[in-house]
């Protein structure tokens, strides 16, 4: 693998992902949501811990949905707009810029706004998803005056799409201080890590990893649980399945899909095709991705590993 190219096996990763049931759920959220857009309450927040996947499920959601433009009518279904640090000026540029203008970065702010607005409605955009929106929150807290929370108002009822904020936890604050923002969002869609609490977070840990290791030119005997958990019906979860490696991989990578890319990657590095993929290169892998983290889950004993993912209320 060339440096710096990314492998497609991170991107497969980030699609599969995207399978599990929780996901499938927040699928359906949204697909609601922008289904009653026209009612003025079309709007939700896609919110989880950085690395939980939300950037992954709004690409692969507009993916999915994409629509080829009709002969007559230059539409889109959506568009993707991770918000820059820094001016709305420079938010509403990259608006632009995913709406396909060619001088996005033309215009004074109000210009720009009303040139958003007004190719939102001509090529009938069903949804904007804004990605990252905690970095336009004050430092010293979001008020009603706000500009981010101004700005906002105004581009929703500008628009007859659909806009889905995404971002960690403290974004709620852009819903929650403002009544009106509060009836046009009334979906909140949170997104929890991976964990091996109650059945169905067993079962979306173990079919995700199944799926994806099983695309990859290596070699899992650490990892035979996987092969233990198959039913005529699927996958599923069993008492007498030895899942002790699995939790190693989970305490490792916290459920997050950014971190198990980051080691399963380094693990395909360091190994050439067919490879046995064991757990000191697992080991070695999590040292080098996680450098000053004082406990390795693959060579800590299993008490230690239940003790960390107990903490981290990853397992029960």
């Given at each position: 693998?060339?440096?710096?190219e990314?492998?497609?096996d991170?991107?497969?990763?980030?699609?599969?992902y995207?399978?599990?049931?929780k996901?499938?759920a927040?699928e359906?959220?949204?697909?609601?949501?922008?289904?009653?857009?026209s009612?003025e309450?079309?709007?939700a927040?896609?919110?989880?811990?950085?690395?939980?996947?939300k950037t992954?499920?709004?690409?692969?959601?507009?993916?999915?949905?994409?629509?080829?433009?009709?002969?007559?009518?230059n539409?889109?279904?959506?568009?993707?707009?991770?918000?820059?640090?820094?001016?709305?000026?420079?938010?509403?540029?990259e608006?632009?810029?995913?709406?396909g203008?060619?001088?996005?970065?033309?215009?004074k702010?109000?210009?720009k706004?009303?040139?958003?607005?007004?190719?939102?409605?001509?090529?009938?955009?069903?949804?904007?998803?804004?990605?990252?929106?905690?970095?336009?929150?004050?430092?010293?807290g979001?008020?009603?005056?706000?500009?981010?929370?101004?700005?906002?108002?105004?581009?929703i009822n500008g628009?007859?799409?659909?806009?889905?904020?995404?971002?960690?936890?403290?974004?709620?604050?852009?819903?929650?201080?403002?009544?009106?923002?509060?009836?046009?969002?009334?979906k909140?869609i949170e997104?929890?890590n991976f964990?091996?609490?109650g059945?169905?977070?067993?079962?979306d840990?173990?079919?995700?990893?199944?799926d994806?290791?099983?695309?990859?030119?290596?070699k899992?005997?650490?990892?035979?649980?996987?092969?233990?958990?198959?039913v005529?019906?699927?996958?599923?979860?069993?008492k007498e399945?030895?899942?002790?490696?699995?939790?190693?991989?989970?305490?490792?990578t916290?459920g997050?899909?950014?971190?198990?890319?980051?080691?399963?990657?380094?693990?395909?590095?360091?190994?050439d095709?067919?490879?046995?993929?064991?757990?000191?290169?697992?080991?070695?892998?999590?040292?080098?991705?996680?450098?000053?983290?004082?406990i390795?889950?693959?060579?800590?004993?299993?008490?230690?590993v239940?003790?960390?993912?107990?903490?981290?209320?990853?397992?029960a």
């Open positions: 693998m060339t440096i710096g990314v492998s497609h991170a991107n497969n990763l980030a699609k599969l995207c399978m599990s049931g996901y499938k927040a359906k959220s949204l697909l609601h949501t922008i289904k009653y857009r009612f309450t079309g709007g927040l896609l919110l989880g811990e950085p690395g939980i996947g992954s499920l709004a690409k692969k959601f507009l993916e999915e949905h994409h629509q080829d433009p009709l002969p007559e009518h539409n889109v279904f959506g568009i993707y707009v991770e918000v820059p640090g820094g001016t709305l000026n420079g938010l509403h540029s608006i632009l810029r995913a709406l203008d060619e001088n996005f970065n033309e215009g702010l109000d210009q706004k009303r040139r958003i607005m007004k190719l939102v409605n001509a090529m009938d955009v069903k949804v904007i998803f804004l990605d990252e929106v905690q970095v336009a929150l004050p430092s010293s979001v008020m009603p005056s706000s500009k981010f929370i101004k700005d906002i108002k105004e581009l628009t007859r799409c659909s806009w889905v904020l995404c971002g960690t936890p403290e974004a709620r604050d852009i819903r929650d201080v403002d009544e009106q923002l509060k009836s046009r969002f009334p909140v997104l929890d964990s091996f609490k059945y169905d977070n067993k079962v840990f173990i079919a995700i990893l199944f994806f290791l099983s695309t990859m030119p290596r899992f005997p650490l990892f035979k649980c996987l092969n233990d958990s198959l005529d019906e699927g996958i599923g979860y069993f399945v030895d899942y002790s490696n699995l939790l190693r991989l989970l305490c490792a916290n997050s899909l950014r971190r198990l890319k980051l080691i399963l990657m380094d693990c395909l590095e360091r190994t095709i067919d490879d046995e993929l064991t757990k000191e290169i697992f080991a070695e892998a999590y040292a080098e991705c996680f450098q000053g983290e004082a390795n889950p693959f060579t800590a004993d299993m008490g230690t239940k003790k960390l993912l107990i903490a981290r209320d990853l397992y």
